[in-house]
């Protein structure tokens, strides 16, 4: 039997920022890869993105990270 691993866009989305964070805020990788998926994706938990960038310590990130994301509807 295969076993694949699957991760939820939200949960990318939060590690990304926190790597981001933890690098300084200096990767444009790790800050094009979430302003991508917020733009293309867009239909993301915004609650959930909120409740866990606060207890990341990462929600100014996710604030502007939605706001960066030309074609996003969940950032209010």
């Known amino acids: 039997m295969l076993t694949c691993l699957v991760v939820a866009g939200e949960d990318m989305i939060l590690a990304k920022l926190h790597w981001y964070r933890d ?3 200096s990767s444009e990788r ?3 890869d979430v302003v991508g998926m917020l733009t293309v ?3 993301f938990d ?3 993105l ?3 960038a606060n207890e990341l ?3 100014d990130l996710l604030q502007r990270a ?3 994301a030309p ?3 969940n950032s209010s």
């Open 23 to 25: 690098g300084g805020e």
């Open 30 to 32: 790790q800050w094009a």
């Open 41 to 43: 994706a867009g239909d």
């Open 46 to 48: 915004s609650q959930y």
């Open 50 to 52: 909120k409740k866990w």
């Open 57 to 59: 310590a990462v929600a």
């Open 66 to 68: 939605f706001r960066a």
């Open 71 to 73: 074609t996003n509807k």
